[in-house]
């Protein structure tokens, strides 16, 4: 599986960008997907999860502000982001769960994409 993300940039203050992540190979294979941040100096952390029964979970500080869903006919991850802050620049990351095998779970990350949001 390869993961690439698009749709970042920047955008000011309470603006909106929607992030995606196309993926490809054996995406059948897929268990659960993810959008992860890392913001300068600080470490990576989770942002939104979506599961292949469709349950979904988010960080607290983005819990109203951003969605996360999956369109599997066309293989991509998408992260909807309203009313964005200074807070959410940072690098996002699109994270996969694979399992190409009952013994075998991989982690597949794409390359990240970077947002700015200005004040």
């Known amino acids: 599986v390869q993961l690439v993300e698009s749709g970042g940039g920047m955008v000011q203050s309470g603006g909106s960008l929607r992030l995606s992540c196309a993926a490809s190979?054996?995406?059948?294979?897929?268990?659960?997907m993810a959008w992860y941040r890392q913001a300068p100096g600080k470490d990576r952390e989770l942002v939104a999860t979506?599961?292949?029964?469709?349950?979904?979970h988010y960080e607290d500080s983005v819990k109203g502000r951003f969605t996360i869903s999956r369109d599997r006919a066309q293989n991509t991850l998408y992260l909807q982001m309203n009313s964005l802050k200074p807070e959410d620049t940072a690098t996002y990351y699109c994270?996969?769960?694979?399992?190409?095998?009952?013994?075998?779970?991989?982690?597949?990350w794409g390359q990240g994409i970077l947002v700015l949001v200005s004040s």
């Open positions: 994270r996969a769960l694979v399992r190409p095998s009952i013994e075998a779970l991989l982690e597949v």
């Open positions: 190979g054996s995406t059948d294979d897929i268990e659960k």
């Open positions: 979506i599961t292949s029964d469709g349950s979904l």
